[in-house]
């Protein structure tokens, strides 16, 4: 088989290369190693920023996202039992909308299957060779038979654990990492979200959030130990904590029957490339960030659209985006990075030792009293959670 751009990964940010490229004219073939089913069924990121949502409905695939989508004016911070709107909109005329990464991946997929897309499920033995050559190519075994796809260019979007990012030789690249010593214990709850904007709080105890899915179903999120374990955490005990940590007078969490929950790591990382001969690297392969600010399914988003129009330009003759998308697109990833730092070290408890932790504390209720009472703060934060542009 051959095709102009092989692409490893079925997740967002894969789907979203090979609608775009399509759309540009240029043929792909994606290949996954999970089944449809399970790529369709996990629960992740929430909210897109407004340029996502822009680039989702440029693709054609925004109907359902412009329908069910909840756009926000802005977000509620919370600290010291007092909650704190901040309006986007009003700061500076943007907003963000809440809308599932399962809905996105789920719209991509039926778009993908309307156009009759290759797209190979249950991939086995997915491998990489001739990255440094004219002609790359991708292997792996499908229904027991063995394919090799000879391409142009391959794609690594199979995420953080994936294939692509691992076969640069690693005295070619470097990776920057750091871990937090906090993780989410994230929840689906079928009930009506008991606010009409996201909830970020910072409490004694640690973070909690509230986010949502839909007029009916509510996301919730709780800063628990790294190596604590999803069996520790009864519904009782979870609700009990999240009532706690997002109580503010006056209001009241409703509770509902809980649907999934399950405890994920927060870390940062970045490659220091995201090109490699003809291979590129987008979203979750190249670059994580700690989940506070919503950046990585966006960033992911952002990869996405930079490399379809490097690729667009080198059909017609101009190989010069394509030559600084790894550059071009870091840059802008470490400008995420640091927002994405910023906001979690500012929301989550440190578990410390006594005395520094105290001190972090009150530090933190200074850096958010700071934020809710300056419109600059504010409107910095307004033009990094909406979307910094290209
Ligand atoms: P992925 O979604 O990881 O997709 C990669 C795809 O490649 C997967 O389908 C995988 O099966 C496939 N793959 C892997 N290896 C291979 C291989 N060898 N061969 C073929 N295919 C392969 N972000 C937020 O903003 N907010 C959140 O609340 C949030 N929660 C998250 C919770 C979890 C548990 C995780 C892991 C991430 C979360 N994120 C969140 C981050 C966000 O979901 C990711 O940034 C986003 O999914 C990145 O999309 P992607 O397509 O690059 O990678
Ligand atoms: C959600 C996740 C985030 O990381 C965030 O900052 C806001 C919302 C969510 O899953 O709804």
Redesign the pocket.
């Known amino acids: 088989e051959t095709t102009r751009v092989a692409i490893i990964g079925a997740g967002p940010a894969g789907l979203l290369l090979s609608w775009a490229l399509q759309g540009a004219g240029i043929n792909s073939i994606v290949v996954e190693n999970r089944s449809q089913d399970y790529v369709l069924g996990r629960i ?4 897109l920023e407004q340029g996502s949502v822009e680039t989702l409905t440029r693709l054609g695939v925004g109907d359902r996202l412009a329908s069910e989508g909840l756009q926000h004016d802005g977000i509620y911070l919370q600290y010291a039992g007092e909650r704190h709107n901040v309006n986007f909109n009003e700061l500076i005329g943007r907003t963000v909308t ?1 809308y ?1 990464q399962q809905q996105v991946v789920k719209d991509l997929v039926t778009a993908h299957e309307q156009a009759g897309s290759t797209i190979y499920y249950e991939a086995s033995d997915v491998a990489v060779d001739g990255l440094l050559t004219k002609n790359p190519s991708v292997t792996f075994v499908h229904d027991g038979e063995r394919h090799t796809i000879d391409a142009d260019f391959v794609v690594g979007a199979d995420g953080f654990h994936g294939i692509c990012r691992a076969s640069i030789p690693s005295e070619e690249i470097t990776l920057f990492d750091r871990s937090y010593p906090y993780a989410w214990l ?1 929840i689906l709850a079928d009930v009506a979200p008991s606010s009409d904007e ?1 909830v ?1 709080a910072l409490h004694e105890d640690g973070f909690a ?1 509230l ?3 839909s007029p009916a179903v509510s ?1 919730l ?1 709780l800063q628990v130990d790294p190596a604590d374990e999803i069996t520790n955490w009864s519904d009782d005990r979870i609700w009990e904590a999240l009532h706690t940590r997002l109580g503010t007078p006056g209001w009241s969490l409703a509770e509902g029957p809980i649907t999934d929950k399950s405890i994920t790591p927060m870390r940062s990382f970045v490659a220091s490339r995201l090109a490699y001969g003809n291979l590129f690297l987008v979203g979750d392969a190249g670059h994580i960030v700690p ?4 950046k ?1 399914l966006n960033s992911a988003i952002s990869d996405v659209t930079e490399l379809a129009a490097a690729l667009t330009a080198f059909y017609a003759d101009d190989e010069s985006l394509l030559a600084g998308y790894s550059e071009s697109a870091l840059a802008r990833q470490w400008r995420v990075q640091q927002f994405s730092r910023w ?1 979690t070290e500012m929301l989550h408890t440190s578990p410390g030792d006594l005395q520094t932790g105290a001190f972090d504390y009150r530090s933190q209720l200074g850096q958010l009293d700071y934020l809710t009472h300056s419109l600059l703060a504010q409107r910095m934060l307004a033009e990094q959670y909406t979307g910094l542009k290209l």
């Open positions: 992740r990121a929430g909210v809440v599932g994230g996201l970020y959030m986010s949502m899915r996301r999120y989940p506070t600010g919503a990585g906001m």
